[in-house]
């Protein structure tokens, strides 16, 4: 059995979430409490006790994330696991990228939690609320949402930012062209199209402020070669050189996430087991919709006993 470790990204944060894991395990807290210590910040306390609306910020959420992910690998790397032994791949979805490459030991994990929270602040100021949005196009393809997006842009920023799964595609630019793609998806096959509730258009050109604060940001920070081969989201094909990760991360804030065609590349080199380490299963709900793809959650207690067995033998 070949096995990939894959990372979620924005949109699986949930109050409360990586508690049970700090209650359950003395190294999951110690990873929370290295977090808060690298950002100045009691973001742990935020994870657990909210307020949703604070925790929902992105640049509390991002390493909110990362910091679960994280916390769940720390458990398994103390039961046993060996990383390089077990996992052939590491991706993550977005702001997951930046999980894979904590994990995989590309980035020190304080490095990583103040990366994250530069990118959070820097997609929040990016672009002023209300003037862009993003839009799920359920049941068109790729090729469909692209040519939906050039028509309904009409001279402002409309693209294709995240190509998730067969037959759903976001799109992302400015509000009053998403506005115009929605009305229009019916005829380019979206059987529908659902407005996202983001507090920015991510993965389009209406970031570029952020890619370059990022170029900034990863030239300040050691980035070594993973242990593991990491699936970047602009290539959909693995990369090892720091130098080009350093590179790929910034492309990131601006390109579309290949994710579907990332679990292609996994699924057609050997790839028959993934793992969603971290919060919440929305990568593992698409995972399941591939054919011979066997994908579990790993996130809480009772998830990393079930699979522990299976990744340390």
């Not at 720390?74 to 979805?93: M, Q, S, Y």
């Not at 904590?102 to 939690?113: E, F, H, K, P, R």
């Not at 402020?209 to 980035?223: C, F, K, N, T």
Request: proline share 5%; aromatic share 4%.
């Amino acid at each position: 059995m070949s096995i990939a470790f894959i990372f979620p990204g924005q949109g699986s944060q949930a109050v409360g979430m990586g508690a049970e894991l700090a209650k359950a395990y003395s190294s999951a807290r110690a990873v929370f409490a290295e977090i808060d210590e690298a950002l100045g910040q009691n973001l742990s306390k935020v994870m657990w006790e909210g307020p949703e609306v604070e925790l929902t910020l992105t640049e509390n959420a991002q390493p909110a994330l990362m910091a679960v992910s994280l916390a769940a690998m720390r458990v398994l790397t103390e039961k046993g696991l060996r990383l390089p032994d077990r996992v052939a791949f590491v991706a993550g979805h977005s702001l997951g990228e930046y999980s894979a490459l904590a994990v995989s030991g590309a980035l020190s994990l304080a490095d990583t939690a103040r990366l994250l929270k530069t990118r959070g602040r820097a997609m929040q100021e990016a672009v002023p609320v209300g003037e862009g949005a993003m839009a799920a196009l359920l049941g068109a393809e790729l090729a469909q949402a692209q040519e939906l997006a050039k028509a309904a842009a009409d001279g402002e920023v409309c693209q294709a930012a995240n190509d998730n799964a067969p037959g759903q595609v976001v799109i992302s630019g400015a509000k009053t062209a998403i506005d115009r793609a929605v009305a229009l998806a019916p005829k380019y096959g979206a059987r529908r199209a659902v407005l996202l509730p983001v507090s920015a258009p991510f993965h389009c050109a209406l970031m570029q402020p952020v890619a370059d604060a990022m170029r900034a940001a990863l030239q300040s920070v050691e980035i070594k070669a993973p242990s593991v081969p990491l699936v970047a989201n602009v290539l959909a094909a693995p990369i090892s050189d720091p130098e080009e990760i350093r590179k790929r991360l910034v492309e990131q804030v601006t390109g579309m996430v290949r994710w579907r065609e990332t679990m292609d590349y996994l699924k057609a080199n050997g790839v028959t087991a993934v793992y969603e380490v971290g919060a919440g299963r929305v990568l593992t709900g698409m995972a399941r919709r591939l054919d011979g793809i066997d994908a579990k959650s790993v996130g809480t207690p009772d998830e990393l006993e079930a699979a522990a067995p299976a990744l340390v033998a």
